[in-house]
């Protein structure tokens, strides 16, 4: 029951200092953290790049036969996701985009049935697609 306690106290405090940190409330990091316990977990079955040679080749005979695209496994394009600068800490969301807000640029990659392969959104907005 000790061990409970102590754990139920350590989830409280991070709430705690994220909100605080990020000055959104605590409601909302409770709601994002329970998104994230459900959601993220299942990534890895959701977005799959193909890693053995058989994977490969299927995807590359795919995109031959569908599109006449030779030798390709995907497609791969960046958006811009707006985010909100934090009233505090909010120097280290200072980059903004070449339109002067505030995003995170997000790469992504799909298969042909239009599945993601491949998600990475850990570039501010300020970073050009061809670095990410």
């Known amino acids: 029951m000790k061990l409970d306690n102590t754990i139920v106290l350590r989830k409280q405090r991070y709430v705690y200092v994220i909100s605080v940190t990020l000055d959104v409330n605590k409601v909302l990091v409770r709601k994002l953290v329970l998104v994230k316990q459900r959601y993220l977990g299942l990534s890895n079955e959701w977005i799959k790049f193909p890693t053995t040679n058989h994977e490969l080749m299927e995807a590359?005979?795919?995109?031959?036969?569908?599109?006449?695209?030779p030798?390709?496994?995907?497609?791969?394009?960046?958006?811009?996701?707006?985010?909100?600068?934090?009233?505090?800490?909010?120097?280290?969301?200072?980059?903004?985009?070449?339109k002067g807000t505030p995003t995170l640029n997000v790469q992504a990659a799909c298969d042909t049935r239009e599945m993601f392969t491949s998600v990475d959104v850990s570039w501010p907005g300020s970073v050009h697609d061809s670095r990410i």
Not at 60 to 69: A, D, E, G, P, V
């Open 60 to 69: 590359k005979r795919i995109w031959q036969s569908m599109y006449k695209f």
């Open 71 to 98: 030798t390709a496994i995907g497609v791969i394009d960046c958006t811009h996701i707006g985010i909100l600068k934090p009233n505090r800490h909010g120097d280290e969301y200072s980059r903004i985009n070449r």
